[in-house]
């Protein structure tokens, strides 16, 4: 089995979280939307459907620890899941916590504007919460 990469283009607009059982976690680097993107840690995977289902159930449950830490940092109104794959076909699920009045409200956040990246000590402070927010 080889290892496991992840695509160039997820590296270049996210920023590493956590490790989980399954997924890497990646803070969207963009300041205008709490925003989490869970990758499984297995090459050649498009859809969800190609986990087996032990591994859907375990994305599943990644997906609402994301969900939970990212809403005692950044509560929200509405929660926004996204598996689209159609620019970046590497499996990734997109969890992203929405506000009413927020940047791309009530649209949806994929290609509205222009990302906002985070300072660099907003970036280390929020992602070390995130990470002790992920270990409980």
Not at 5 to 20: C, E, F, H, I, Q
Not at 49 to 75: F, Y
Not at 112 to 123: F, I, K, M, Q, T
Request: glycine share 6%; charged share 25%.
């Amino acid at each position: 089995m080889s290892e496991f990469a992840l695509d160039p283009r997820l590296a270049n607009d996210t920023r590493p979280v956590a490790s989980l059982a399954l997924c890497e976690v990646l803070l969207m680097n963009d300041a205008r939307f709490p925003w989490l993107v869970l990758v499984p840690r297995r090459n050649g995977l498009v859809e969800i459907c190609d986990l087996p289902p032990e591994a859907q159930a375990a994305l599943w449950q990644e997906v609402n620890l994301a969900t939970q830490a990212l809403r005692t940092l950044a509560p929200f109104e509405k929660l926004n899941l996204g598996a689209l794959g159609n620019i970046v076909r590497q499996l990734h699920v997109h969890v992203v916590g929405r506000r009413d009045g927020d940047a791309a409200w009530p649209d949806p956040v994929w290609g509205s504007g222009r990302a906002e990246p985070y300072g660099e000590e907003a970036l280390a402070r929020l992602i070390d919460r995130l990470r002790a927010a992920l270990a409980h």
